[in-house]
Structure formats: structure tokens, C-alpha cells
């Protein structure tokens, strides 16, 4: 799945999200026009995976109402990404190879490492 495939996914999965809450009148026309605008505003075609979960993170900031969206994908990040990184730091220190998890842990945490999209960031089912 490239970064544009999961951006159209997070949009589809969007538009189906307010759409719900437009029928069941848990969110008005005017905040659904809203949140729609921020997720085009803030989800651009061409963004990389890096750049893709830095945006998504934000977009419950403002909009709430995503959170049944976003947080399962912010979760599979942290399963998919974030502790298999946590796990090679922490094998290279048991190795003995501190400098290796020091670089390691920096690109982590400045967002340098490459990723690579292996979930399917699928909301839970409500």
C-alpha cells in the first residue's frame, strides 16, 4: 500500500464516518462541511508515510468527531512502527551496540527512519 493508497483509504473512511453521523443527527451539516475541509486541507496527495501520520495525529485535534477513525490507525502506528523500533533499540543495547540504538533512537524519534505500511488501519466496529 503506497502513502496515497492509505490517505484515499483515511479519506473513504471519513466521508463514511460523517456520513453515519449526519444520518443518526450526531453532527451537523455545517461541522461535517468543517471537518471534511480539514481532512483535504491537512491529508495532500504525494505525502510520504512520515508525513501522512504526523498529519492524521493532528486531525482529531480539531475534529473530534475522526477519533473513531484516527485512533485505530494511530494504534496499528504504534504496533507496526513504533515498537519494532523500540525492540531493535533495545536488542542493540543488549548487544552492546550503543552507538548503532543511540542513531537508531535519534532517526526515530526526528521521524528519519523509513516505513513501510503493512496494517489496514480499519475502524473498530461501532
Do not use: C, H
Not at 462541511?33 to 501520520?53: I, R
Not at 533499540?89 to 548487544?95: A, F, H, M, S
Request: proline residues 6%; aromatic residues 4%.
Amino acid at each position: 500500500m503506497t502513502p496515497d493508497d492509505l490517505r484515499q483509504q483515511i479519506e473513504l473512511q471519513v466521508v463514511e464516518l460523517i456520513k453515519r453521523k449526519l444520518a443518526d443527527g450526531t453532527m451537523t451539516e455545517e461541522r461535517a462541511q468543517q471537518a471534511s475541509q480539514m481532512v483535504l486541507d491537512t491529508l495532500k496527495p504525494g505525502m510520504n508515510f512520515e508525513e501522512l501520520y504526523s498529519a492524521v495525529a493532528r486531525l482529531d485535534d480539531t475534529v473530534q468527531e475522526l477519533a473513531p477513525v484516527i485512533v485505530p490507525m494511530l494504534k496499528q502506528y504504534e504496533q507496526e512502527i513504533v515498537r519494532p523500533i523500540e525492540k531493535n533499540v533495545t536488542e542493540l543495547i543488549r548487544q552492546g551496540q550503543f552507538d548503532a540504538a543511540t542513531k537508531l533512537a535519534k532517526r526515530a524519534i526526528a521521524q528519519d527512519v523509513k516505513l513501510e505500511w503493512t496494517g489496514s488501519a480499519k475502524p473498530p466496529a461501532e
